[in-house]
């Protein structure tokens, strides 16, 4: 019984040795990344490829907009329904058929 407690014992010791290596690690990035200079991020109208390219769904939706301001939103209602829905639908159907 001893020896399966001295087990015991020498298993949680070291996995507290290892926990506080890890502590340390992460502090030690911490103190480092506090000590690097932030990054500029560059103004929205810089980062506007950025963002078309990583939301399309946004871009889509402010074309929307813009279009229902400069067409009306009763002709854009039958553009975005000709030719963004049945554009969103062959894609999924091709991605569907291609799994």
């Known amino acids: 019984m001893t020896s399966r407690l001295a087990a015991l014992a020498a298993a949680e010791s070291d996995v ?3 926990m506080a290596l890890s502590r340390a690690h992460l502090v030690a990035a911490q103190e ?3 000590l690097r200079p932030a990054a500029i991020r560059p103004s929205l109208p810089m980062r506007a490829r950025e963002l078309v390219s990583v939301a399309p769904n946004v871009t889509l939706l402010a074309a929307v907009l ?3 301001l400069v067409i009306g939103p ?3 209602a039958g553009v975005v ?3 963004g829905l049945l554009a969103w639908i062959a894609k999924t159907v091709r991605r ?3 799994n």
Do not use: L, P, T, Y
Request: net charge positive; aromatic share 0%.
């Open 16 to 18: 507290r040795e290892r």
């Open 32 to 34: 480092a990344a506090r």
């Open 66 to 68: 813009v279009g229902s």
């Open 74 to 76: 009763r002709r854009i």
């Open 81 to 83: 329904v000709r030719n």
């Open 96 to 98: 569907i058929a291609g």
